[in-house]
């Protein structure tokens, strides 16, 4: 079952063609990979799907669950359950950490705080009493991030390079979150440019030049990373 289709997309942007005839079906419960090498339009295609502003004058059907959002507002598509995580988090100064992770999840529950801190690795018993504020590391602010969006529990989640500019250990805890989701049945679409976070999807998408130009199971996926670029050498299918 599909719980996102997109059929025939295109985006104009600034005079720009920057995603062409874009058709995909989003399985739902699996962890959908994008990637392509950079100004793809990978970003574009994640913006888009939540519908932010600059990205809702499209050509093409984006369905959810069987439904047509192509003119409901980011709210609307937040409230049924599509979520978009950027590569740069917003930041919520000062606001204490059980209300930072409770701030977009349905049942504001205190036990799911002290879940949600245990699935990214951090001791409740000593950050339920914090606040997201300078007093944390840049390590810790991601972990509780992660945190906030485990206790979400988005029906859709969009993942925009989650992995850009965090440690190694950090990148362990994305993985456990997206596992964890996955579980409970979220659906992923994961934008890497990453083998090893590629590694956690189901299937993966090939952009490049705003069109999808391959897609497969993850496996064979992988062997765009070491070469393999076929469809895409037009737009030096290395770097992806
Ligand atoms: P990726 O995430 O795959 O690296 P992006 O979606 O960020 O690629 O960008 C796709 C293309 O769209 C790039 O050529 C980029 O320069 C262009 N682009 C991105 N944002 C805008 C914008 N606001 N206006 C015009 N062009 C844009
Ligand atoms: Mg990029
Ligand atoms: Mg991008």
Redesign the pocket.
């Known amino acids: 079952m599909n719980l996102l289709e997109i059929r025939n997309l295109s985006l104009v942007k600034d005079g720009r063609p920057l995603l062409h005839d874009i058709s995909a079906d989003i399985w739902q419960g699996y962890v959908h990979a994008v990637i392509g090498p950079?100004g793809a339009g990978?970003?574009t295609l994640a913006q888009t799907i939540m519908g932010l502003s600059g990205y809702r004058d499209i050509e093409g059907e984006i369905r959810f669950n069987g439904e047509l959002i192509n003119n409901l507002s980011v709210d609307e598509r937040a409230r049924l359950g599509i979520t978009l995580v950027f590569?740069e988090p917003a930041r919520f100064e000062g606001l204490s950490v059980p209300d930072f992770i409770l701030a977009g999840a349905r049942e504001k529950r205190l036990v799911l705080v002290d879940e949600a801190l245990r699935v990214v690795g951090l001791d409740p018993n000593r950050y339920r009493s914090r606040a997201v504020d300078k007093t944390l590391s840049g390590g810790e602010r991601k972990r509780i991030e992660l945190a906030s969006v485990y206790a979400m529990k988005p029906r859709l989640l969009l993942m925009?390079?989650p992995d850009s500019g965090v440690d190694i250990d950090s990148i362990q805890h994305i993985f456990t979150v997206i596992r964890e989701l996955k579980a409970e049945g979220t659906t992923v679409l994961l934008?890497t440019h990453s083998g090893e976070v590629l590694q956690q999807a189901d299937h993966a998408f090939l952009l490049c030049a705003g069109q999808i130009v391959d897609k497969g199971p993850m496996d064979r996926m992988l062997d765009y990373f070491n070469g393999q670029c076929a469809p895409c050498t037009h737009v030096g299918c290395p770097d992806i």
């Open positions: 950079n990978k970003s590569q925009d390079e934008i």
